[in-house]
């Protein structure tokens, strides 16, 4: 985004980095929009790179040294938007549209003469794909507004200026577009005001945080009441698979060593050990009694825990 505008419009106006970085994420919507309706005229893929974010007065916009071809969308008689295409890309994608070649292309971008018939085709044109991306993309920024309209379709920057925005500054994004391996400019306008508007639907509403319940000691209370699935674990080992298949009724697989009396057994929950301790016998039941001091001669990695 640039530094002068950034400047402008969060000293001046007011507006927040938020909304700043909701219109620039506009902008590329509005450009992708674009460049698939130009695609699907031409015929061929139209790319678009190198957004610019730019404050400039309406005269500034309109008096350029290239040749662009104007359209200017609005409600009632008051411009909303306005897109300037470079004549150069206007010729290749109408010629493209009729059946030009790559070649031919290529040359369009050198020479972006058109022919009265195609003048009038891009008039028609134009308007059709641009008016689309619009009511797709920026519905939300014109929300309380209806009847956008084309106010004019032209090439020059004379029609253009007596029918736009006057002397009032415009917020502009502009890319580079290429189509057939030649590049161009491609920019649309709003008028800052309008912009000013509708600040508060620039930026994404915030989701209210919801207020924390008084009731924690239900939910641990719910917390401590879910079950799991605790096993008792008396060793583990690795075999081959072709030691496994030998094994048999009456095979004896070595574990580990006691070191002691009575085994240790590790209560585990998802591999992970919670407690040792040992089974015992009691009323012809095996219980696991837990043992909360952990013996050193542990081998296992799990010393310490308890």
Same mark, same amino acid.
């Given at each position: 985004?640039?530094?002068?505008?950034?400047?402008?419009?969060?000293?001046?106006?007011?507006?927040?980095?938020?909304?700043?970085?909701?219109?620039?994420?506009?902008?590329?919507?509005?450009?992708?929009?674009?460049?698939?309706?130009?695609?699907?005229?031409?015929?061929?893929?139209?790319?678009?790179?190198?957004?610019?974010?730019?404050?400039?007065? @309406?005269?500034?916009?309109?008096?350029?040294?290239?040749?662009?071809?104007?359209?200017?969308?609005?409600?009632?008689?008051? +411009?909303?938007?306005?897109?300037?295409?470079?004549?150069?890309?206007?010729?290749?994608?109408?010629?493209?549209?009729?059946?030009?070649?790559?070649? @031919?292309?290529?040359?369009?971008?050198?020479? +972006?003469?058109?022919?009265?018939?195609?003048?009038?085709?891009?008039?028609?044109?134009?308007?059709?794909?641009?008016?689309?991306?619009?009511?797709?993309?920026?519905?939300?920024?014109?929300?309380?507004?209806?009847?956008?309209?084309?106010?004019?379709? @032209?090439?020059?920057?004379?029609?253009?200026?007596?029918?736009?925005?006057?002397?009032?500054?415009?917020?502009?994004?502009?890319?580079?577009?290429?189509?057939?391996?030649?590049?161009?400019?491609?920019?649309?306008?709003?008028?800052?005001?309008?912009?000013?508007?509708?600040?508060?639907?620039?930026?994404?509403?915030?989701?209210?945080?919801?207020?924390?319940?008084?009731?924690?000691?239900?939910?641990? =209370?719910?917390?401590?009441?879910?079950?799991?699935?605790?096993?008792?674990?008396?060793?583990?080992?690795?075999?081959?698979?072709?030691?496994?298949?030998?094994?048999?009724?009456?095979?004896?697989?070595?574990?580990?060593?006691?070191?002691?009396?009575?085994?240790?057994?590790?209560?585990?929950? =998802?591999?992970?050990?919670?407690?040792?301790?040992?089974?015992?016998?009691?009323?012809?039941?095996?219980?696991?009694?837990?043992?909360?001091?952990?013996?050193?001669?542990?081998?296992?990695?799990?010393?310490?825990?308890?």
């Amino acid at each position: 985004m640039h530094k002068g505008l950034l400047s402008a419009l969060s000293e001046t106006w007011g507006l927040k980095p938020a909304e700043l970085h909701q219109l620039r994420l506009l902008g590329e919507r509005l450009f992708d929009d674009l460049s698939e309706g130009l695609s699907a005229i031409a015929g061929h893929p139209v790319s678009v790179e190198q957004q610019k974010l730019e404050l400039e007065s @309406s005269g500034d916009f309109f008096a350029q040294p290239k040749p662009y071809h104007f359209t200017s969308l609005g409600f009632s008689d008051e +411009p909303a938007i306005i897109l300037k295409i470079d004549l150069a890309l206007a010729s290749i994608i109408i010629k493209a549209a009729v059946g030009g070649d790559v070649a @031919s292309l290529a040359a369009a971008a050198d020479s +972006p003469a058109l022919t009265p018939i195609e003048s009038r085709v891009l008039a028609r044109v134009a308007p059709e794909v641009f008016i689309g991306a619009v009511e797709r993309v920026l519905s939300g920024l014109f929300a309380n507004r209806e009847g956008l309209h084309v106010l004019f379709s @032209s090439e020059g920057a004379t029609a253009a200026a007596e029918s736009g925005a006057g002397s009032e500054q415009l917020v502009v994004a502009s890319v580079k577009c290429t189509i057939a391996g030649a590049s161009a400019k491609l920019a649309f306008a709003i008028p800052l005001p309008i912009v000013i508007q509708a600040r508060d639907r620039l930026a994404p509403p915030r989701q209210e945080r919801r207020p924390v319940e008084r009731g924690t000691d239900q939910v641990r =209370n719910a917390l401590l009441g879910a079950r799991m699935e605790l096993s008792a674990v008396l060793g583990s080992l690795a075999m081959s698979l072709g030691e496994v298949r030998s094994l048999g009724p009456g095979s004896v697989v070595l574990i580990q060593k006691l070191g002691r009396d009575i085994p240790r057994v590790a209560l585990r929950c =998802n591999d992970r050990a919670l407690f040792f301790g040992t089974v015992v016998e009691d009323a012809g039941w095996y219980r696991f009694l837990v043992q909360p001091i952990l013996m050193e001669e542990s081998t296992d990695g799990d010393r310490g825990r308890t």
